[in-house]
Each structure stands twice: as C-alpha cells, then as structure tokens.
Nanobody, 120 residues
Framework: QVQLVESGGGLVQAGGSLRLSCAASGSIFSRNIMGWYRQAPGKQRELVASITSGDSTRYADSVKGRFTISRDNAKNTVYLQMNSLKPEDTAVYYC??????????????WGQGTQVTVAS
C-alpha cells in the first residue's frame, strides 16, 4: 500500500510564497510520475505540475514562471515551490503518484489534500 502525505499549505497574502511537500511511502515503482493537482470550490480538479522519475517537468500555463516542482528520489518526496501567489491559486492541493508496473498494470494514488488560501 502506498501513502502520500502532504504538508505546507496555509494562508498567505497575494504575492507571497508557500512550499508544499508530499512524502510517499510504501511500494513505489521506480519509474513513476508525481504531481500536484488542485481543486477550487465549484471547479474541476486540474493538473498544476508534474515531474517524472527522470526529472522531466510539466506545468499548467497558469503557473508557469511562478511555481517550481522538484523531487528527491532518495526520500520519495516531491515539492511544489509556489511564488507570486494570486487569489486565484486558492484551492485544495492534492499530491498524486502514478505508474505502470512491469506487468503493464496502472497504479494511481492520491494524498488527502492541503488547503492553500491566498488573500487579496
């Protein structure tokens, strides 16, 4: 069983910064993608950023240049550094990890979510 535990959310003023962390534990396939999604009230969950085990990254257009995703494979931890935060970044942020194992079976896991609130 895989567990993802997020931390680092909170309340911040517009223009401020936060750093989210997601620690993964359990049987994690070595080749995986970890990412951050967010869901604002009344909206669908959307991808914010993702990073492969080979450090290839992908960002939503709305966060490019402001957010940076990184990972420490030795610690099975992924980070999201969020700078120049805007009120529209307010959402619950979820950590995700997924992979296809050696038997071609797809696995996906989610954290419990952490609230990020940006005050104007």
């Amino acid at each position: 069983q895989v567990q993802l535990v997020e931390s680092g959310g909170g309340l911040v003023q517009a223009g401020g910064s936060l750093r989210l962390s997601c620690a993964a534990s359990g049987s994690i396939f070595s080749r995986n993608i970890m990412g951050w999604y967010r869901q604002a009230p009344g909206k669908q969950r959307e991808l914010v950023a993702s990073i492969t085990s080979g450090d290839s990254t992908r960002y939503a257009d709305s966060v490019k240049g402001r957010f940076t995703i990184s990972r420490d494979n030795a610690k099975n931890t992924v980070y999201l550094q969020m700078n120049s935060l805007k009120p529209e970044d307010t959402a619950v942020y979820y950590c995700n990890a997924d992979w296809v194992d050696g038997s071609e079976k797809y696995w996906a896991y989610w954290g419990q979510g952490t609230q990020v609130t940006v005050a104007s």
